[in-house]
C-alpha cells in the first residue's frame, strides 16, 4: 500500500464513528458498578472476612469454581470494601493479592515469598537469600504489621504445581507463632478437583470455608453482557440478536462471562474493520473463529 493510501486508510478511521463508547467495559480487568448473580457469594465471603474489623482472624477460604465465574473479581471487590471500612474506623486490616500464574512471581517459592514481604513494606531481593533467610523476613514483616493480614492466592493450583504444597502448608499455619499479627488465607483455583490432589493436612487447614461459583447459564450471561454493553458500545451499535448468540456460545462454553466478553469485544472490532456501522451477528461468528485461531496458536506457542 502506497504512502498515500495509507494515510488516507487512518485518516477515514479516525474520521468514522466508532461502535464502540467504551471498550474497557468489555475486558476481564473492568469493575462493574453492579455485580449481578453472584450476591450468595459475596455475602458469604464478606461474612467470612468480617470478624478481621474487631481483630479477629477469618477462617481460611477456598473458592472455586471454572474460568470466567466471577471468583477474582468478586475476592477484589468485597476485600476493596473491606479495607475501605477498616481504614475509615482506623482497623488494622492489609490486603494481599497475587496471581500465582504470574511469571517472576510466584514461579518459585522464593520469588513468592519476596512478593509478599514486598507488598507488607519489606526490601528484599529478587533473588540471592537462602529460602530460610527470605521466610525469616517475610515472619518478621507480618510481626511488624499487627491486626488482620489477608492474603488472595488467585490461581492457587499453578502454584501448588510449581513448588508443592508444604509452603501452603507452613503459611496456613503461620498464626501459630504470630503474637499481634493474625493473618487469613484465600485460595482461588479454576480446577474444581484441585484440593483432591493436596495433602491433607494442607487441604484441612485451607479449606476451612469453601465457597463455589457455579458457571453463568445463558439468561445470566445476557444480563450481564447487557449492562456491560450498555457502557461499552454507542446506542443502537448492536444488531439484534447478538447479546444472545454470544450469550448462547459462552453458556456452552461452561458458562464462562470472560468469554462472552471476549465474543461482543473482538466481533465489534471486527465489524469497525469492516466498516460496518453495526454489529452484526456475522461478526459473532467470525469472532469465535478468530479466538478460537488464536487459543490453538497459543497453545501450540506454550
Request: net charge negative; glycine share 4%; proline share 2%.
Amino acid at each position: 500500500m502506497s504512502q498515500s493510501n495509507l494515510q488516507s486508510m487512518f485518516s477515514s478511521y479516525v474520521d468514522k464513528d466508532s461502535v464502540f463508547k467504551n471498550k474497557d467495559a468489555l475486558t476481564t480487568n473492568w469493575r462493574p458498578d453492579n455485580i449481578l448473580h453472584r450476591d450468595e457469594q459475596i455475602d458469604e465471603l464478606a461474612s467470612i472476612l468480617a470478624p478481621s474489623l474487631k481483630g479477629n482472624d477469618p477462617s481460611n477460604v477456598f473458592l472455586y469454581g471454572s474460568v470466567g465465574t466471577g471468583k477474582t473479581l468478586i475476592v477484589k471487590h468485597v476485600t476493596e470494601q473491606l479495607k475501605t471500612v477498616a481504614d475509615d474506623k482506623d482497623i488494622d486490616v492489609d490486603i494481599i493479592y497475587i496471581n500465582c500464574k504470574m511469571k517472576k512471581v510466584a514461579d518459585t517459592e522464593y520469588r513468592l515469598l519476596a512478593k509478599l514481604a514486598r507488598q507488607l513494606g519489606e526490601e528484599v531481593p529478587s533473588t540471592g537469600l537462602p529460602t530460610d533467610e527470605i521466610y525469616n523476613r517475610f515472619f518478621e514483616a507480618l510481626q511488624d504489621q499487627k491486626g488482620v493480614v489477608v492474603i488472595a492466592l488467585d490461581e492457587i493450583d499453578a502454584l501448588v504445581k510449581k513448588v508443592g504444597d508444604e509452603f501452603l502448608y507452613n503459611l496456613t499455619r503461620i498464626n501459630d507463632d504470630l503474637e499481634e499479627t493474625k493473618v487469613s488465607i484465600l485460595g482461588i483455583s479454576n480446577d474444581l478437583n484441585f484440593t483432591d490432589y493436596m495433602d491433607s493436612r494442607v487441604k484441612s487447614s485451607l479449606s476451612e470455608e469453601e465457597i463455589i461459583f457455579p458457571p453463568y447459564n445463558a439468561i445470566e450471561l445476557r444480563k450481564i453482557l447487557k449492562d456491560r454493553t450498555d457502557k461499552a458500545f454507542v446506542e443502537d451499535a448492536l444488531a439484534d440478536g447478538v447479546i444472545s448468540k454470544c450469550s448462547a456460545l459462552a453458556a456452552q462454553e461452561h458458562g464462562d462471562a470472560r468469554r462472552a466478553l471476549d465474543l461482543l469485544r473482538v466481533a465489534g472490532e471486527l465489524s469497525e474493520r469492516s466498516e460496518s456501522e453495526t454489529v452484526e451477528k456475522e461478526h459473532v461468528d467470525r469472532a469465535q473463529s478468530k479466538i478460537e485461531r488464536d487459543r490453538v496458536v497459543e497453545t501450540v506457542r506454550s
